[in-house]
């Protein structure tokens, strides 16, 4: 089975461009997540879905920094302009959300570099 | 509001000796636990997951982890590592209906041969 699929696995870009980040969530899951992970933060929420709906974005770190989900199988996360701070993996999860606890499954992560 | 502690970041241990990753967490209400693994270059796959029931969860790769809510601790173990498991380790914790999950900061788990 696919599981989350991440595009482009690897992005280098130049501060103020614009960076879009695009994602793939498992077949048949409800509820999606964006998470950014650097050395000095761990890994933070930055948005998430349910039904294709925002729930929390309380985690997105500025307006450079939006999300969408048109549908269920396709979620985008885009920085406008980019800075080097933005530096990170960036990791898209899914999971079906018919009880809390169930397992969040993760991409392979989009490794972004800002210079 | 949740949180979650891990307050080892680094944990070396040598190949076959037993190894324990310590995760305390808090919350007013009951939790749901996880322990989820990172190897290079990937993305969290989950280790294992206490939701109710038994204390003792075990999960893949022969770890397990005991549920302790007096202590509100979720340590980790495997009695025997191996090379392989060399990778980052993180626990999280999710709260009553919400789908969000809190992770802690990640122990890295060095295997010496």
């Known amino acids: 089975d696919a599981g989350v699929i991440q595009s482009p696995r690897h992005e280098v870009t130049e501060m103020g461009q614009e960076v879009t980040l695009r994602c793939k969530p498992i077949?048949?899951?409800?509820?999606l997540f964006w998470y950014r992970q650097t050395m000095m933060r761990g890994l933070e929420l930055l948005i998430y879905?349910?039904?294709?709906?925002?729930?929390?974005d309380s985690g997105m770190p500025e307006d450079r920094f939006s999300a969408k989900m048109p549908n269920a199988s396709f979620s985008t996360l885009k920085i406008q302009p980019s800075e080097p701070r933005d530096s990170a993996v960036y990791f898209c999860?899914?999971?079906?959300?018919?009880?809390?606890?169930?397992?969040?499954?993760f991409g392979e992560g989009s490794w972004l570099t800002v210079v | 509001a949740q949180s979650v502690t891990q307050l080892d970041s680094q944990v070396p241990v040598f190949e076959e000796a037993p190894v324990e990753l310590r995760c305390n967490y808090s919350?007013?209400?009951?939790?749901?636990l996880f322990w989820y693994v990172q190897y290079p270059n990937q993305g969290l796959q989950l280790l294992l997951k206490y939701l109710s029931g038994s204390t003792l969860v075990k999960g893949i790769n022969g770890f397990e982890a005991e549920f302790n809510k007096s202590q509100t601790s979720f340590h980790l173990r495997k009695p025997s590592v191996h090379i392989s498991d060399t990778a980052e380790y993180f626990c999280a914790v999710s709260v009553g209906g919400y789908q969000k999950v809190t992770f802690g900061t990640g122990t890295k788990l060095q295997v010496i041969p």
């Open positions: 999860a899914s999971t079906f959300q018919d009880r809390a606890g169930n397992t969040i499954y």
């Open positions: 879905f349910n039904n294709n709906v925002p729930i929390d």
């Open positions: 077949s048949g899951h409800n509820s």
């Open positions: 919350s007013s209400v009951s939790v749901y």
